[in-house]
């Protein structure tokens, strides 16, 4: 089945660690995104790739990096300068041209 | 840049009662708006969209929106809802232009069916 996996579907990290957030898609879609969901706020732009090797901020890019060397994959690393890391984060890739985008299951990362 | 508000953070109705949320947004851009629904713990499912055309809209599970380009609002209504469309409903707004789907959400509406 087409669609997007993200995972661990739950992270737990002591405060000061860097961890990485897997997203893979398998749509064939061009571009992909970060959101981080807060309760109350909605969610929040962190980072998006339109194509392989580049990407753009989004709303909250701090404390956060992005790669996507690969089509497939966009993953996030949330570092240890992220003053508040703990959240719902969700994943979504969408097609070039196209007008919806669709999302992965989130992970709630919990930092201790 | 773009803003959109969900007027009511939580909304509780009886089953099969009418339910309508409200979102109103801002933006100096034309955009294309969307009605997103997340069910605990997991990711968005979208209900449905606006593009251009007919304002009145129609989506899954029963649900429609009408677009109002004066008052700038996308309201969400369902004529009789279930027990299983509690979830937490989200606006969402994404520019004409552009190739990517970057969108700006509304902070979200708790929708609570009661039995």
Redesign the interface.
């Known amino acids: 089945d087409g669609g ?1 996996t ?1 995972s661990p ?1 739950y992270l737990f990290r002591k405060e000061g660690q860097n961890v990485t957030l897997s997203c893979e898609q398998n749509l064939n879609h ?2 992909m ?1 970060w ?1 981080r969901q807060d309760p ?6 962190i980072y ?1 790739s ?1 194509i392989v090797n580049d990407f753009q901020k ?1 709303d909250i890019a701090e404390g956060y990096s992005v790669s996507r060397e690969k089509k497939e994959s966009f993953p996030l690393t949330v570092t240890s300068a992220q003053k508040n890391p703990t959240a ?1 984060y ?1 994943c ?1 890739s ?1 097609l ?11 992970t ?1 990362l919990t930092v201790v | 840049a773009q803003s959109v508000t969900q007027l009511d953070s939580q909304v509780p109705v009886f089953e099969e009662a009418p339910v309508e949320l409200r979102c109103n947004y801002s933006s100096s851009v034309s955009v294309y708006l969307f009605w997103y629904v997340q069910y605990p713990n997991q990711g968005l499912q979208l209900l449905l969209k606006y593009l251009s055309g007919s304002t009145l809209v129609k989506g899954i599970n029963g649900f429609e929106a009408e677009f109002n380009k004066s008052q700038t609002s996308f309201h969400l209504r369902k004529p009789s809802v279930h027990i299983s469309d509690t979830a937490e409903y989200f606006c969402a707004v994404t520019p004409f232009s552009g190739s990517a789907r970057q969108l700006t959400f509304g902070s979200g509406t708790q929708l609570t069916v009661l039995p």
């Open positions: 997007i993200q579907k061009d571009a995104y959101y109350g706020q909605g969610l929040r732009l998006y339109q989004g719902f969700l979504a969408s070039q041209g196209n007008t919806e985008a669709f999302f992965g299951q989130g709630r």
